[in-house]
């Protein structure tokens, strides 16, 4: 298992946030920010330690409070929307928002990240205005993310399913919205498109371990109890402290 | 001779002295007659004939050496005349007065020479008079010693010694002293010398004297002895007399001088002399001219033409003179046409334009008293074309003659003037003359004006030449004056002054000024004209006035487009302290800086008017505020240009909050505005918009930036101002084009941050506000939406209702959500409705995946009710149906609507939402367990059928475990989050609780549906 390793953390976060807009090839930080159900590839490491070791939030804390003393620039505004949303911060996150708005009106990194809140708290409303404009290419499978769940909350699922599989097909790389595919998948009983999508995931992410968790619940679904069991042993492994995997481990038992 | 020229002055001198005076002085007379005009040509001339006489003596003495009174003097001193002979000493006088009137003469030339000097000479009327011009030192001594000389004659000197030649000298002295005594010596020279030579001559001063004591008649009689004389002057001379004496005494008598008409013609022509004979005799041809003036009067008065002719065959002037007369005459007589005829001959025949005197009175009574305005014209118009063509040829007529023509053309001008203005009055106008002729008139007069240089008439001439809209020709004729003027006169500034006043108005009338756009670079000749009496009068004069032309001239020029001369006059009146066209100066060039947008000048003036604003209108200061403002727009446009955004909007905001009423700086805002939306200037846009919709501004603009700070505020996230700005925007433009859009998103924000509820009827609102705009359609079906989630079904049902019965474009997928909503909502089981159904499902499965999938929910909710409802129907009357009818009967009814609610639950599989397919699979299970129910209760025992029920029990039995299982299964798993499984979880409760009791919810559960937000 990795250690939690603030300095590379927080190193990761600004190279990040520095070129996100000049690389194409880069996957967008927003999506690596959102601890419930937004995952990326490069961050999720830190993001599990702050999911999974709550002791490590107090660091990335401060690092916020250093930044929001000195909020200056939209860069430095965005970066900390991030942060605020990874800590809750949820009226310090809308102020940043409104600030770095102000100076980039356009920005539809912080527009995006205003919708997920938007879509969090069930006002899908909100949602569509945050993302009904958004049309920057370099985020285009983050915003078909979006439009993808918005659908699905407003009970339009089979819209979402087309709108995630484009959204992949923009990024394979994405690991939220390959998630929420997949999660969909499942949610309308496709086991085997689950369990394919799921498969693929994991060979995309080498520590994507939830997407790891939902291959063994596609499997567990189709009865296929000896595979769900092994793929549930091994994160086991890396987080021996989950109460949820011990859970999964004694239901497949039974 | 020397006697007969002597006699001849000094006659004429006291027989005519207020004839000559009249002649010469007529123009200074108010008015003057047509007969006292023609007394004066009648009269005897004197003017000729004492020139002649001078110059006849100076001949005569030519060679011999003047004497001056002192030498006379001497002569007269030095020989005692009582030692001399009486005939010496008459000879002794004779060459004394000859000198003495000889060494005068120069004297009276120079007196001729001027009126004035006439009317000194000529008025004396006595002899001493006669005096005045003899220098005083001499003169009266002189004068006394002819005196003494005389009086020693006559007394010292025995009546034998004495001569009649001595006598006669007395008497024609004494003429001159004391015409009494004059006659007493003449009567004298007859008394003693009965046969004297002298006889003759001192009837002739006897019938002078009568003449002049008015014994007219004892004149004539004298002058009829003397008829027959030997002396062929004196008899000539008598003859004439006597024929100008029956005129005299016959003065309107015409019947009893015509019965006399030859002889009075033959008394005129005795003294006819030709032109030979004339240079010989200077004094007879004097007398000659004399008479021929009285037969022209004569001839007029009572003859006709051919007499005149006949007389004057010779003679053209005097004929054309007699013809004159004629002509006169028959006017008078009112025959207008032979008049006229007459004239033109005269016309044709008079060289010297001399006749033009005559005409005065003619003109003055056509015009006057008869308002023959048509003929006075054309008298007119004759003797202008003469002036014109015969002017240059005065040059060669004696300077006297020239006075006179000069003085009479300038009576007919003057008289022309009185009848143009006369004609000009609008009623003459319309009742005799055309515009034509009056134009030709005030052409004419102007060349005559140019010609005499009478200022006097010049006015009335330009006030006549206005008055017909000549205004050119006026002008000229005033820088004719100014020119004519000499130095720095009262009249060529007024002349100037005047001119360019008459040019200016004129200019301005022409409307070229107001169209120097398209005459920039070509200055009228009007213009070029004013130019150039302004320069003239600014470099002749250094007045007050100057400023004036200055300005005109700045002012033409800048209208032309040649500033930078304008600028030059301009400026000199700017920097003046005061006055009014400093501020018309600073007016001009405020709006050439404008134009030119050389905006370091333009703020320099303004500053000039913005500090004394009560001495500049109105527009003067609105102008200058304007460049104020221009200037800074300029200023702010440039920091805008260089991106310097902050300072020019608040550079541009300072400016319109000093004129809020500037649409041209609202427009330009509005770029600004436009240029900060594009490069995302947040806070900026802001400021802006809200001073603008703080001024209010008429120009829409207000509403404007409503709109546009609502959707500022979408962009940049926040909804809450953006609402609020909608909701003002639509309460303030109710009726604006903008207005549905802005009410639509108005609900679109509130439902993003309030509650659906109170989105719900602002959506509704659209429709009912603007039921026409296409945002009406989409309205009904978010507010028919809204309702449907919150549960006013009410509403819902109107909404759909009304989107369905609205007309407008619509797309399908709102169509067909609408018709399944509406489906749903009203929830009714009848014939027709399952058809409907199915219909509806065959639409969808037309439609693309995409429409099916928006519709899906709608439609699963209305087939799900529609099911339910059927088995509602079927659970709550299916008892009744065993009863009463036959058993197998019963069945194949209850197949039949089985099937069909089974088909209606396959439709519900047909979509991909399993919350509803697992509250089918419940309620179908729930059919069938009510099913089995039934079957249980009847008996079985000796029913013939019994069989067949138990086989049916079975067949239900299986149906709704299997249902059930479905439900179950469904529940159990990936679904617990929905609405419809507490109603599926009571279902199963009561109808499985075999399952139910056993449930165990799962584990995985959570973990998978933990990251589909909103779910639970």
């Not at chain 2, 009827?761 to 939406?785: D, Q």
């Not at chain 2, 929910?857 to 009818?885: H, R």
């Amino acid at each position: 298992m990795k250690l939690f390793n603030f300095k590379n953390y927080i190193y990761s976060f600004f190279f990040l946030s520095t070129f996100v807009y000049f690389s194409s090839s880069y996957a967008s930080p927003i999506l690596q920010l959102d601890p419930d159900f937004l995952y990326s590839s490069q961050d999720k490491d830190s993001l599990h330690q702050i999911k999974y070791y709550p002791e490590s939030k107090k660091k990335f804390e401060e690092v916020f409070i250093n930044l929001r003393k000195s909020l200056e620039t939209p860069r430095e505004g965005v970066l900390l929307m991030k942060l605020a949303y990874i800590l809750g911060e949820f009226d310090e996150f809308n102020r940043i928002a409104k600030f770095v708005l102000r100076k980039q009106p356009d920005n539809e990194e912080v527009k995006l990240l205003l919708a997920y809140q938007a879509i969090s708290n069930g006002r899908s409303y909100l949602a569509d205005f945050y993302t009904s404009k958004l049309r920057s290419p370099t985020l285009a499978s983050q915003i078909l993310n979006l439009r993808g769940l918005i659908s699905f909350q407003k009970g339009n699922g089979i819209e979402a399913l087309g709108i995630l599989k484009q959204g992949l097909k923009k990024d394979k790389k994405n690991y939220a919205l390959g998630m929420n595919l997949g999660i969909i998948y499942l949610h309308y009983k496709m086991f085997k498109a689950a369990e394919k999508h799921f498969t693929s995931m994991t060979r995309t992410f080498s520590n994507g371990y939830d997407a790891q968790l939902h291959l063994a619940i596609a499997y567990a679904a189709q009865k296929k109890l000896d595979k769900a069991k092994g793929i549930v042993a091994n994160l086991l492994e890396l987080f021996p402290s989950s109460s949820i995997l011990k859970r999964m481990i004694k239901k497949v038992d039974k | 001779m020397n006697f007969k020229f002597k006699l001849s002055v000094i006659i004429l001198t006291f027989l005519f002295p207020r004839v000559f005076s009249n002649t010469l002085l007529g123009q200074s007379q108010e008015r003057v007659t047509a007969d006292s005009l023609y007394g004066n040509l009648t009269s005897p001339g004197p003017m000729d004939y004492i020139l002649y006489f001078f110059q006849s003596r100076k001949e005569k003495l030519k060679g011999q050496s003047l004497k001056t009174p002192k030498d006379i003097r001497k002569v007269l001193l030095d020989s005692s005349h009582k030692k001399k002979s009486y005939s010496e000493l008459v000879d002794l006088l004779q060459t004394a007065f000859d000198d003495y009137l000889f060494y005068h003469q120069k004297k009276v030339e120079d007196y001729l020479k001027s009126q004035v000097t006439w009317r000194a000479f000529f008025n004396v009327g006595a002899p001493p008079g006669f005096g005045r011009i003899v220098d005083k030192d001499h003169s009266e001594d002189l004068f006394e010693e002819f005196r003494g000389i005389l009086e020693y004659l006559i007394k010292d000197y025995p009546m034998e010694e004495q001569s009649p030649d001595g006598y006669y000298l007395a008497a024609e002295i004494y003429l001159l002293l004391d015409p009494s005594k004059s006659l007493e010596l003449a009567e004298g020279v007859l008394k003693l010398f009965k046969k004297s030579q002298y006889n003759d001559r001192a009837k002739f001063i006897i019938a002078i004297i009568y003449t002049m004591d008015e014994r007219l008649k004892n004149s004539l009689k004298i002058l009829k002895s003397l008829e027959k004389s030997n002396d062929r002057d004196i008899k000539n001379y008598a003859k004439y007399r006597i024929s100008w004496l029956y005129l005299a005494v016959r003065q309107g008598e015409v019947s009893k001088l015509k019965k006399k008409k030859n002889t009075i013609m033959s008394g005129f022509s005795s003294v006819f002399v030709d032109v030979d004979d004339a240079a010989s005799s200077p004094a007879m041809n004097y007398l000659s001219s004399e008479a021929k003036k009285d037969a022209v009067m004569f001839l007029g008065d009572i003859s006709s033409s051919e007499d005149a002719r006949k007389i004057f065959s010779n003679d053209e002037k005097y004929l054309t003179l007699a013809l004159e007369r004629v002509a006169y005459r028959n006017y008078r007589d009112g025959k207008i046409n032979e008049a006229m005829n007459m004239y033109q001959q005269v016309v044709k025949l008079d060289k010297l334009s001399l006749l033009a005197v005559s005409r005065h009175g003619l003109l003055l009574d056509l015009i006057e008293e008869r308002k023959q305005f048509q003929a006075a014209y054309k008298i007119l118009l004759i003797m202008s074309q003469r002036y014109l063509s015969e002017s240059s040829a005065w040059k060669k007529f004696h300077k006297d003659d020239l006075k006179l023509i000069q003085s009479a053309n300038n009576f007919i001008l003057k008289k022309i003037v009185d009848l143009a203005i006369l004609l000009g009055n609008s009623s003459y106008r319309k009742k005799y003359v055309k515009d034509r002729l009056v134009k030709n008139m005030a052409s004419l007069y102007f060349k005559y004006a140019i010609d005499i240089q009478d200022v006097s008439n010049q006015k009335k001439m330009i006030s006549f030449l206005i008055k017909e809209g000549q205004f050119e020709l006026a002008a000229n004729i005033y820088f004719k004056i100014a020119q004519n003027s000499e130095g720095k006169s009262q009249r060529k500034k007024w002349a100037y002054r005047s001119g360019l006043s008459i040019l200016d108005k004129l200019h301005r009338m022409q409307g070229d000024i107001y169209h120097y756009r398209e005459n920039v670079q070509r200055i009228p000749a009007i213009g070029k004209k004013i130019l150039k009496f302004n320069e003239l009068y600014i470099t002749e004069f250094n007045d007050e006035s100057v400023d004036q032309h200055m300005f005109s001239s700045g002012e033409i020029l800048y209208f032309y487009g040649h500033y930078n001369d304008a600028i030059k006059y301009l400026n000199k009146l700017i920097n003046k302290e005061k006055g009014k066209l400093k501020y018309r100066a600073v007016s001009l060039l405020l709006a050439y800086y404008a134009h030119t947008k050389d905006m370091k000048n333009g703020i320099a003036l303004s500053n000039i008017v913005l500090n004394d604003p009560s001495s500049f209108d109105k527009s003067t200061i609105n102008f200058a505020k304007e460049i104020t403002i221009n200037s800074k727009l300029n200023s702010a446009n440039d920091l805008s240009a260089n991106k310097k955004y902050k300072e020019a909007v608040s550079l541009y905001l300072d400016t319109l909050e000093k004129s809020p009423n500037n649409l041209k700086l609202q427009e330009k805002i509005k770029s600004v505005f436009e240029s900060l939306k594009k490069i995302g200037e947040v806070d900026l846009q802001e400021e802006i918009a809200k001073k603008m919709i703080a001024i209010n501004s008429k120009s829409g603009l207000s509403r404007f930036f409503l709109l546009e700070l609502s959707y500022l505020y979408e962009r940049i996230g926040d909804i809450r101002l953006a609402q609020q700005y909608a909701l003002r925007y639509v309460n303030k433009y109710s009726k604006d084009k903008d207005a549905p859009t802005m009410m639509y998103q108005a609900a679109r924000y509130t439902a993003a941050i309030d509650t659906l509820e109170s989105s719900a009827p602002l959506f509704f609102s659209v429709i009912e506000r603007y039921p026409t705009s296409s945002l009406a359609m989409k309205s009904c079906i978010e507010a028919g939406e809204i309702y449907l989630q919150i549960g006013e079904k009410k509403k819902a049902i109107i909404s759909f209702r009304t989107f369905l019965n609205t007309r407008g474009r619509k797309s399908k997928i709102d169509v067909l959500k609408a018709r399944s909503a509406l489906l749903y909502l009203e929830n009714r089981i009848r014939t027709g409705n399952e058809k409907f159904l199915v219909n509806l499902s065959d639409d969808l499965a037309k439609s693309p995946l995409s429409i099916r999938d928006q519709v899906g929910n709608y439609f699963q909710k209305a087939v799900y009710s529609f099911l339910k409802k059927m088995i509602d129907n079927e659970v709550y009357n299916g008892s009744g149906f065993i009863k009463d009818v036959p058993l197998k009967e019963y069945f194949k009814s209850k197949d039949i609507k089985i099937k069909m609610i089974e088909q209606i639950f396959s439709l519900i599989k047909k979509t991909y939402n399993d919350e509803y397919i697992m509250a089918g699979f419940a309620q179908l299970g729930r059919l069938w367990k009510e099913f089995e129910r039934n079957l249980k209760d009847i008996s079985v025992r000796g029913n013939k059928d019994a069989s067949f029920i138990k086989t049916k029990i079975m067949q239900a039995e299986s149906k709704y475990k299997f249902y059930f299982s479905n439900a179950f299964d469904r529940l159990d798993s990936e679904y617990a989050a929905y609405p419809m499984n507490d109603r599926v979880r009571e279902l199963l409760t009561d109808y499985f609780p075999e399952r139910m009791n056993s449930k165990v919810y799962s584990v995985l559960r959570p973990i998978y549906t933990q990251h589909l937000i909103g779910i639970d």
